[in-house]
C-alpha cells in the first residue's frame, strides 16, 4: 500500500479510515467491471459511508436506520470529505445531522 500512497497521496485518507476500523469493497458495474470502491462504517443506528468513483468524483453520507440519508456531501476532494463525515457527532450528540434529505430523482451515486 505504500508504494500506492506515495504514487497517489490522496489514498492516504483511505488508509487512515481503514486503519480506524472501516471496511472497503469494490463497486462493480452490470458486466462486473470496476466502478469503484466504497468504504463504510457501520455503528448500532447508523451507516457512514464513502464512495471512490475515481481520482476526482466521491460521495459521502450518513444514513440512520429507520430514517435515511442525514448527510451528504458529492464532490472531488476526498480528504475533505472524508474528513467532514469522520467528524460528524454521533446521531444522539449535540450538532449531529437530523434532518432526512429526501432522495432526488436526478441523484446516483
Excluded at 497517489?8 to 487512515?16: D, F, G, K, Q, S
Excluded at 468504504?39 to 464512495?51: H, P, S, V, Y
Excluded at 460521495?59 to 440512520?64: H, Q, W
Excluded at 437530523?98 to 436526478?106: E, I, Q
Aim: aromatic share 8%.
Amino acid at each position: 500500500m505504500n508504494d500506492s500512497v506515495r504514487r497517489y497521496p490522496e489514498l492516504a485518507e483511505l488508509v487512515r479510515l481503514k486503519d480506524a476500523g472501516w471496511v472497503f469493497r469494490p463497486l462493480r458495474d452490470g458486466r462486473g467491471e470496476l466502478a469503484g470502491l466504497v468504504g463504510t462504517r457501520c455503528r448500532q443506528d447508523f451507516t457512514d459511508a464513502l464512495f471512490v468513483f475515481d481520482r476526482g468524483h466521491f460521495v459521502g453520507a450518513r444514513v440512520l436506520d429507520g430514517d435515511g440519508c442525514v448527510w451528504l456531501k458529492d464532490g472531488g476532494d476526498l480528504a475533505e470529505i472524508a474528513r467532514e463525515l469522520s467528524a460528524l457527532p454521533e446521531p444522539d450528540a449535540p450538532g449531529a445531522p437530523r434532518l432526512v434529505r429526501r432522495p432526488s430523482l436526478l441523484w446516483t451515486p
